[in-house]
DNA sequence: GTATAGCACTCTTCACTTGAGAGTGCTAAT
DNA sequence: ATTAGCACTCTCAAGTGAAGAGTGCTATAC
């Protein structure tokens, strides 16, 4: 990895923040013109040819001027920008708060306004995953008598209802016995995560333990289907919007974000991608994490519930965005979000 | 309204068919290859100059075939499809009915599968609204104690859970207490329509008619927060596909598509229309119902469950699709979803 | 009187050309 | 090491012209 020397770092973030703002190649004379750098336009070039033969930069044909290719931005993510102050816009924090804040729903619900919030702000494409449903602790599972063998079951956690459903035992019991039931469950289950319930479940099934209570055995085979799986849907927002950005314009990029929305896969790819590492990510031209996403780049970060509880949430966007102002929008919301979900 | 005679029927109809079929202005020479009527080109020519006056077909330019007019599709759908017997692709209703029973999970999931499938087969966009929950008829209402003040509200109806939230009342209750009120309350509320549950607990509240239970009147001022709004969500499906279509090849079309999936009022609209009446109904361009929505079609078709609770299942299109084959798909999608919901 | 063949006319579409403009790389001079 | 000058390449937009499609009109046949 052969670094660059000052002059090269300055001409290349020249090239990149001016591509950013104008959605053109950019040409050595533009670059002498926006940035009184001292420097005439054939040193630029000279420079220019350096950091295209280094792969930084693209010319998509002979005499056009230079794009940044993914390197080239991941180069300025990664070096350049931070030795920017990242400015924050601190009304645009404050109104996202509030926004936020006026939402005192379920945490599905927050999350969803916070995909809202962020597409309006970011005027991209913004993504969510609801509060993973895997590592929530298991308070209590109920069941109530509901009608002759049916029985509502209902599980409960700090978070509220996780999960309720109705099903049908194979003879009547009465509420007593359907609560003796349930409290042997919770001495067993209670506390622990979700994930591990269903192990154990899993686990107790197999061997075939011999239950005192024929009931609680019963029960334990019904709950099996109840205990909720990991949430394979996500939020989105933002769609008839990213239709009138400039970048968005080629139905290519239109359809390969629609291939990457269907395609639930995509979201395994997420989950996976942010449970690695906190805080806020971006993938600069994801074809390498997702095929049908190039052209594309994905800013996000991660939003926490009790501290291990959590979701990722962020924007997909063109390759060539704001970044600092994308991560800034990112950040607040993701910090935003974690913030308000542990009040409760 | 002029009445068409034979002649001009078959002809409209050879150029609506060929429209649909080739997606081209139709000339009177292709006509008269496709369809051996017996004619020649230019007494085809004749008959098409008077269909355009009468507004059924246009031209785009001078010299260009013609195209249905919004006014002949509509002629189209009403009068020439019914003259001829709509053949039900017989393994496409069996594949659908196989698709949809394999999901035994409540209704929204139910159909939210319907519109995967619809879109799936359609190839255009699905929509559906879940089951009206307003003309649910209540079970009952019950409290369940979760924590010091903290209380558990269930509202269950016929079709299982309709909502639960947990609530915060002013001091703790025994679970024994709670049970009593919500018997009282389930007296008076048992067998009542959602809607009708929301208006008598609105009324009783507006009266402060002293109740005999501090609790009990608690319990109703906290109810009024969970009975369940009419649901302003809708699934739809098929956005991948739509960008492929050769129809929806304009940006225009897409964003007209987008924004009315994001325009709630879109919704609502619906909601009116397909609570007016029952069976499969088609709008041909829909700028007179929603403006956004010009060059696009909408069959829409309702389903129910029990008798009475239902929602609306349909496509949306270009105006140029073949109806014969979505209404069918369309009809035979509600007709299987009614089926499956009335089954439970 | 109705249907048809012929024909002139209009308009789109596509390929091709051309000139302007932008940007580069190379070379020679500072 | 930097820069000015210059030839070269390539895109883009506008213009041109031929081909093709389709119509409307008119005269003619049945």
Redesign the pocket.
Known sequence: MSKLDK?RKEILWAIIQSHIDLN???????ISQRFPV?????????T??KL?EMGYIT????????VPTEKGYRFYVDTLMDEQTISINSDLTKELSERLSTITQDSDSLVKEATRTLSLFSRYLAIATPPKTEEILLKRIKFIKYENKKVLAVIISDEGVVKNKIIELDKIYTQKHLDMASNQLNCEFSGLTIRKVREKIAYQLYKEKTMCDQLVANLLYLCKDIIPLENDDFSLNGLSGTSNLPDFATMKQIKEIFRAIEDKRFMLKLLQLISESKGTQVFVGMENIFPAMSELSMVVSTYTKNKSVGGAVGIIGPTRMNYKKMISIVDHTAKALTQILSET
Chains 1, 2 share one sequence.
């Open positions: 002059r053109i190649p950019i040409g050595s004379i533009l001292g420097l005439s336009p054939a040193t630029i070039r000279n220019m040819s295209e010319q998509p044909h002979t005499s056009a001027g230079r």
